[in-house]
């Protein structure tokens, strides 16, 4: 590949709070910067989870209505199912060497990636500033989104 045709700038949402969610996001904006790739993380609804104070050490699996688990919505509804998917996956990701979420966001921002939140959803839910993370690097419009994506691949997570 030519190198006028690489990668080299991408935007990535992350719009939904679950562990198996944001994941993806998290592992595709690091590895994009260890390749030398210009990264922009855009957090939106419950995706903000992983950059909120409060929240992002307690993110959970989605057990209910996720049929990649294979777990009956039924079964998957029923108190500690949640819990326990979410320690067996989180050993899965110790034992691979995965960091948790903190780390994992505090890593991307050391690397210089670049971290925003959505200001329509932070509204929304009545967050502040200080509600988020340090490494949060603001919090913009969709439009501010869309400028600074400008050149550059948005993946939707």
Excluded at 53 to 82: D, Y
Excluded at 118 to 125: D, G, H, P
Excluded at 128 to 155: A, H, M, N, P, W
């Amino acid at each position: 590949m030519a190198d006028n045709e690489k990668i080299k700038k991408i935007s990535i949402v992350i719009s939904k709070g679950s562990l198996e969610a944001i994941y993806p996001g998290l592992i595709m904006a690091n590895g994009a910067r260890m390749a030398g790739i210009e990264v922009n993380v855009f957090f939106t609804f419950f995706g903000m989870d992983a950059v909120t104070k409060k929240k992002m050490n307690n993110i959970k699996v989605a057990t209910v209505g996720n049929p990649a688990l294979g777990i009956p919505t039924m079964i998957g509804a029923l108190p500690g199912i949640s819990a326990l998917a979410t320690k067996m996956m989180k050993k899965q990701m110790e034992e691979l060497d995965i960091p948790p979420i903190p780390e994992f966001i505090e890593m991307i921002h050391d690397a210089g990636g670049k971290l925003y939140a959505c200001l329509a959803t932070v509204e929304m839910f009545k967050l502040k500033r200080e509600d988020f993370c340090d490494e949060l690097d603001g919090i913009i419009t969709v439009g501010d989104f869309y400028d600074i994506s400008t050149g550059g691949q948005i993946i939707f997570t």
